[in-house]
């Protein structure tokens, strides 16, 4: 796959004899920096007996971005058929995303230690910055990620924090998400060892009494990126999802909505 994004993945889509689809997550292999590109790798449970139809999908922040197999076309093996193809769902709603910034931060550890829910380490914000088209602010003392890692290497993400503008704007931010750590990522972070370049998705959500920023208080976003566990820094990018009119083919009343 090239070009490599932060928020980029893949999943493996298959059916057997025009069975049930049915997706595997494809790891990463290798990255080629010359190149820009990165190989991904899935293998099936077992060797399938039958018409076997196989087709990856690329996806950014878990939304699909490339044909699936629910579109009847297959890598290979035999295509599914257009009556089958007619009545599986498909979106409702059209949307698109806009860039609203870009998060950066370098943080310190601190350990609280195992509990009843798994790994917890509290994430400290020594510094950071909110760069965007239109907004600039930096992080103020005391915002931290009050992280759990789950025992399976998932690190369920809770940050709260208050940014400031060069003119004294303040902005509660706060934002849940995960941090993918591998399979082994639990008791490699008992060990304080962590995977190199984790993936990293949230939902920032903002409040402000600025009227210049009130805009900020409506918006629902998504922010991806990656940590870099040996700086300890983080950049994620922040878009907000605008709704659109309703997609083709589905019926009902249309409505027009402005942002």
Excluded at 7 to 34: C, I, M, Q, Y
Excluded at 96 to 116: D, H, L
Excluded at 144 to 161: H, K, N, Q, S, T
């Amino acid at each position: 796959m090239a070009p490599v994004r932060p928020g980029h993945s893949v999943t493996v889509e298959f059916r057997v004899d025009g069975g049930p689809v049915k997706e595997l997550v494809a790891a990463p292999e290798w990255r080629n920096l010359a190149s820009g590109q990165r190989v991904y790798k899935a293998l099936l449970p077992r060797p399938p007996t039958g018409a076997l139809e196989v087709l990856p999908v690329l996806r950014f922040a878990g939304q699909p971005v490339s044909p699936r197999l629910f579109d009847g076309r297959a890598a290979f093996g035999a295509p599914a058929s257009r009556s089958a193809a007619a009545t599986l769902p498909s979106p409702a709603w059209s949307w698109s995303t806009k860039f609203v910034g870009t998060m950066t931060a370098t943080v310190g550890r601190q350990n609280v230690g195992e509990g009843p829910d798994g790994l917890r380490i509290d994430w400290l914000i020594d510094e950071g910055r909110f760069a965007g088209p239109e907004i600039e602010a930096v992080v103020l003392p005391g915002a931290a990620d009050f992280m759990r890692i789950r025992r399976d290497g998932l690190a369920i993400v809770d940050v709260r924090a208050c940014l400031e503008t060069a003119d004294g704007a303040r902005i509660y931010a706060a934002y849940g998400g995960a941090l993918d750590l591998g399979p082994d990522g639990y008791s490699r972070a008992l060990g304080g060892q962590f995977a190199t370049f984790p993936p990293l998705v949230v939902t920032p959500t903002f409040e402000t009494s600025d009227p210049r920023l009130r805009w900020l208080n409506r918006v629902r976003c998504f922010g991806v990126g990656r940590v870099d566990t040996h700086a300890l820094t983080y950049v994620f990018d922040v878009y907000a999802v605008e709704v659109g009119q309703r997609a083709s083919g589905h019926s009902g009343p249309q409505q027009r909505r402005s942002f």
